[in-house]
């Protein structure tokens, strides 16, 4: 049997070879130097971004003796119910009903908001364009701690002080110039035709933007959407400034004050940063494709 694939194998193998030959030839010492500085940085920044994550992974299924003994090395056995224990200390189930509900209610808010404005600024013409352009970028400069005290006298008098509701559409407000930016490029990069064409047959501006444009910037708002979804999900000051009450706590007050209480048991507290990161896990490997979309597609105005 070997005598017989041996021959259909060679050529292959040969125009491999040939191939791989050729490729080096073409680079010389020089590129190939280059090419192997290039894949070191890049395992450098591999090892730093999955590392932190093995991890805590690791002290998470440590004991908590284990967790002082062995700091940098893997688990000698897996203690899986480091996880349950702390679900049940920390309060995770409420808080993350929380999170969810304020996360989702800011990111419709969020969408709702930045899309129109986005459309009228990148394909309306009125007087004033660039100078509102010029705001959103000014805008997406100033952190929310800057604004603090203003923000929590003005979520006062409106009611939104431990409001999930209230919570979500200062969330949204403050993700606004970012996700106003974003969709203004992807808008750009739509052609003025099929505006035109919309109009001739009649089309409102709203039809146009729902029906027409809406579609062909999905994943524009797929970016939006996982910006503002990480941003909302890890925020910690706006949900300590505004949630007051433990019942209406997200997860990230949830940690600080498990942290707090329990200083010494940092396996359990690993297991809740693993509860905590596992969703934007998730999200970011089910929405990968359309993050490396958005990122490209609006990148070039065509």
Known sequence: MSNVLAPSQTPARRSLEARFGDTLAALGWRGLAELGLVYLALFVVLVQTIYPLFWVLSGSLKTKQEVITNVWGPPSGLAVSNYAEAWRMAGMGARILN????????????????????????????????????????????????????????????????????????????????????????????????????????????????????????????????????????????????????????????LVSFFQQYDSLWNLYFAALMITTLPVIVVFLLMQRQFIAGLTAGAVKG
């Open 99 to 254: 999170s969810v509900g304020i996360t989702m209610a800011a990111l419709v808010i969020l969408v709702l908001a930045a899309t129109p404005c986005a459309y009228a600024i990148a394909r309306l013409k009125f007087r004033g364009r660039i100078a509102v352009t010029a705001a959103i970028v000014a805008a997406m400069l100033v952190p929310p701690q800057v604004m603090a005290i203003p923000l929590f006298l003005v979520a006062r008098d409106l009611g939104l002080i431990n409001n999930r509701l209230g919570i979500a559409i200062i969330y949204a407000a403050t993700s606004l110039p970012l996700s106003v930016f974003i969709l203004r490029s992807f808008f750009m990069t739509l052609p003025a035709d099929l505006e035109d064409a919309a109009r001739v047959d009649g089309a409102s501006r709203l039809a146009i933007l729902v029906h027409i444009m809406l579609p062909l910037i999905r994943p524009g708002v797929a970016l939006v959407l996982i910006f503002g979804f990480i941003e909302i999900w890890n925020d910690f000051f706006l949900a300590f400034l505004l949630l007051r009450k433990p019942e209406l706590q997200t997860i990230p007050l949830g």
